[in-house]
Every structure is written in structure tokens, then in C-alpha cells.
């Protein structure tokens, strides 16, 4: 009960940091602190990726892209079923071209996901 409490009260105080530092620099401290969140808390993850988008109508392309796939990844780890690739599509399409290696594997993966809960994991394993 105790270790629920804990992650509760820092998924809140995550979530009011990250909506106080999002000025131009605050969102690479909040990009940081969503993806630490999307590993312990995916659905405070969620919440706070939601937060920091709707706040920030001039984020950079990169911005939004990683805030996008991080969204993704919480949404995949908290078992929340997807019901559209429109998002994931635009979110690999940029890491074809930008970001490393490792952003590039993360983008495929989460396109399968997205293809296996869309009922199509054949076309998901073709697309790595």
C-alpha cells in the first residue's frame, strides 16, 4: 500500500513540475521526465505527455515527435488497446530520418504493437 502511495505522490509531483517547467528549455526536462514516468507509471505518463501537448501549440516537430512516441510506449505498457495507426505513422515516418538508431527500433516496435491490436501483426512483423 505504502509503494502505491509513493509512486501516486511522485507521479503527481512529476506531473506539476513538468506543467510549471514548460517553458522552450522546460520541454527537454519534461521529455526526460515522461519518459522516466512511462517506465514506473505508464497511465501518469499518459496524463502528463496529454498535459504538456496541450500547453505547448509552438513545440518543435522533435518535441512532439519524441513526446509522441513516448505517449505511445506508456500507452503500449499500460495495455491500452490502439485503435488507429494515423499517429504511429507520422511518428516513424520522422524517425526514418531523424533521431538514432535506437529511436528508430523503438518507433517499429510501437508500430507493430499498434498492428497487433489492430488485428494485423503480420503486416506489424513485415514492417521491421
Given at each position: ?44 505518463a499518459m496524463a502528463f505527455i496529454d498535459s504538456i501537448t496541450a ?54 516496435y510501437l508500430m507493430g504493437s499498434v498492428y497487433r491490436d489492430l488485428g494485423d501483426s503480420a503486416f506489424g512483423l513485415?514492417?521491421?
Open positions: 500500500m505504502n509503494n502505491r502511495l509513493a509512486i501516486y505522490i511522485l507521479s503527481v509531483v512529476a506531473i506539476a513540475l513538468g506543467v510549471v517547467s514548460c517553458g522552450r528549455t522546460g520541454i527537454s526536462k519534461s521529455v526526460v521526465m515522461a519518459d522516466s514516468l512511462s517506465q514506473s507509471d505508464p497511465a501518469a500547453r505547448n501549440e509552438n513545440m518543435s516537430t522533435d518535441s512532439r515527435m519524441r513526446l509522441g512516441l513516448l505517449r505511445t510506449k506508456a500507452q503500449n505498457s499500460a495495455g491500452v488497446m490502439f485503435t488507429s495507426d494515423s499517429v504511429m505513422r507520422n511518428i516513424v515516418e520522422y524517425y526514418e530520418s531523424e533521431g538514432d538508431a535506437d529511436d528508430r527500433m523503438l518507433a517499429y513485415a514492417i521491421f
